[in-house]
């Protein structure tokens, strides 16, 4: 009986520690790619995440907080002034709700292959240094 203390402030502090933990850090913009509302596909969203605390602002411009979800605090989140969770990718790219809505990271637009400026010919008789 005199160990009972100890294993129970054991179990709690694992819990704890397992709960207040996230694997990646979700800031940045994403864009609605399903289940958006009506005329919002491809909407902007944003993540803004502080530690373990997260604001979201979705496509429609609402915002909520959100931390990990404490039944799978490295997978999920949940927004508890909307009644929902969301699962997100390991990678961070992807945030899927429970209401069917999908955030994609938007990583902006794709690199110019080469890295090469381009001679237009315009107002110029010679070839670029």
Request: a negative charge; aromatic letters at 12%; hydrophobic letters at 35%.
């Amino acid at each position: 009986m005199r160990y009972l203390p100890l294993v129970v402030f054991g179990a709690v502090a694992a819990f704890a520690t397992g709960a207040s933990a996230q694997s990646i850090n979700l800031t940045g913009t994403y864009r609605c790619i399903q289940d958006c509302r009506d005329g919002y596909l491809g909407a902007p969203t944003f993540v803004t995440q502080n530690g373990d605390q997260l604001n979201l602002v979705t496509e429609t411009g609402n915002s909520y907080r959100a931390w990990p979800d404490v039944t799978a605090p490295n997978t999920r989140i949940w927004i508890d002034a909307r009644d929902e969770g969301a699962v997100y990718s390991p990678d961070g790219s992807r945030i899927q709700f429970d209401d069917g809505r999908v955030w994609q990271r938007d990583f902006g637009p794709p690199p110019v292959p080469g890295g090469k400026r381009r001679w237009s010919g315009e107002n110029s008789s010679s070839w670029p240094d």
